[in-house]
């Protein structure tokens, strides 16, 4: 096919025209081209030094967090999820989006595969109104539990990380596991920074942390944001030895830290003839005063626990009187005398005589005096129990008594015609 002369005619025309017109200004066009090249040679250098921008945390972005895809490792993924929150919530550079999100139920109700692509993740951000979220799997390999983290970010899906951690860390508030959780936050979005709050004995000062300015002391006290783990703090006040401590940033609450100056012996004072710094650096918090809520109810808790003591004490005579009358040897020659099925008592009251035995007159005192005994070692039991029980009760949920298992004792009897068994069972 030939190409249309009438369309490819006038362009040489047109091109012929403009020739003339391109020679006066080939240096300048030269010139242009020369700095073109140099700034396109020099835009790969530029963009391979890192921003502050990207190096920071977009903080005005809320982030939320998808419930992840486990199959049947609920517990697990459950506790990730929350732990991630927590320490996204906990800090102070990024704020947690509001709703709860699970991915499983979101990849079913959008018809997507259970790793969704990045379509699928615009239809996720379009449903649940979100511009941030992280997403992720997690597998359970025997007693290894392995989570892929993701993060979509107005298209972006190329950044991840990778958790590995032992499978018996399934509670949200386990410090381990926070900590993890925080470091792949990090990666994901950026140093997450949280609350240190420092007091000194000095009013005022310059604290460093890592060896950068991170703010000063304003009447003994300064609130610093630091990224979690392991870092140095400083402070520097006029005309005083600086002082220098590691601190551990924690990332479930605001980290309080004291760097004190308190008592430092001079040069020469220590038998060896050297100072012992470490008297002047204090990083944690004064202990705290010891708790004496609990103790008044402590006390009645074992005032009242031996109160049922003596109480089950008296069932227990009780139970040893009842013990000799139903054993004493002219009774029980009376209950020989009469059949199996006859009663001892009914019959003395019907003045029955066996002879060689107790008298029914003396049977009948037996029998009364072993039904009051009865009524009695009932009482005492079933008092002693309860009364216990309440003194037990006190003194395990007394402030500041050790964490103990919880016992129940549980009354048990069993009456006969001639008997009472009288028993106490306790649950632990």
């Not at 025997?142 to 499978?167: F, I, M, W």
Request: with cysteine; aromatic share 4%; hydrophobic share 40%.
């Amino acid at each position: 096919m030939e190409p249309n002369r009438d369309l490819v005619a006038p362009s040489r025309q047109r091109l012929g025209m403009m020739a003339p017109m391109r020679a006066p200004h080939s240096p300048l066009l030269l010139l242009s081209l020369i700095l073109s090249a140099t700034y396109l040679a020099s835009c790969p250098a530029w963009a391979a030094e890192p921003s502050q921008a990207s190096s920071r945390v977009s903080e005005s972005l809320p982030t939320h967090v998808l419930g992840f895809a486990a199959n049947d490792h609920f517990e697990h993924a459950d506790a990730l999820t929350k732990a991630l929150k927590q320490v996204i919530t906990s800090s102070s550079n990024v704020k947690l989006g509001e709703g709860d999100f699970s991915l499983e139920v979101l990849t079913a109700a959008l018809s997507c595969n259970d790793v969704p692509d990045d379509a699928c993740l615009k239809k996720i951000a379009s449903k649940t109104g979100t511009k941030r979220f992280i997403w992720g799997t997690l597998t359970v390999d025997g007693q290894k539990v392995k989570a892929d983290l993701r993060l979509y970010e107005s298209g972006t899906t190329d950044k991840k990380a990778t958790l590995s951690y032992h499978a018996n860390m399934t509670d949200s508030m386990d410090a381990d596991l926070q900590g993890l959780a925080a470091k792949a936050m990090s990666d994901l979005l950026g140093p997450l920074k949280y609350k240190v709050l420092v007091r000194a004995n000095a009013k005022s000062g310059k604290l460093l942390v890592d060896g950068s300015p991170a703010g000063t002391l304003s009447n003994g006290q300064a609130t610093v944001d630091v990224a979690s783990g392991e870092h140095v703090f400083r402070l520097e006040s006029t005309g005083e030895e600086p002082i220098a401590e590691n601190v551990r940033v924690r990332v479930d609450g605001t980290t309080k830290v004291r760097l004190d100056r308190n008592a430092i012996p001079e040069r020469g004072d220590q038998p060896d003839g050297s100072s012992d710094p470490k008297n002047a650096n204090h990083v944690s918090e004064p202990p705290d005063p010891p708790k004496t809520g609990g103790n008044a109810q402590r006390t009645w808790g074992y005032i009242t626990l031996g109160a049922g003591g003596l109480l089950l004490a008296g069932g227990g005579v009780a139970a040893a009187r009842l013990y000799q009358l139903s054993h004493n040897t002219n009774f029980q020659n009376y209950r020989a005398g009469l059949r199996p099925t006859e009663d001892a008592c009914t019959e003395a009251n019907r003045d029955r005589v066996v002879p060689g035995a107790m008298t029914p007159a003396g049977v009948r005192a037996t029998c009364s005096e072993g039904k009051t005994v009865e009524a009695v070692e009932i009482i005492l039991l079933v008092s002693g129990v309860v009364v216990a029980g309440t003194g037990l009760t006190l003194v395990l949920s007394s402030k500041g008594s050790p964490k103990a298992a919880v016992t129940r004792f549980e009354p048990k009897f069993a009456f006969g015609k001639d008997r009472a068994d009288v028993g106490l069972l306790m649950h632990f």
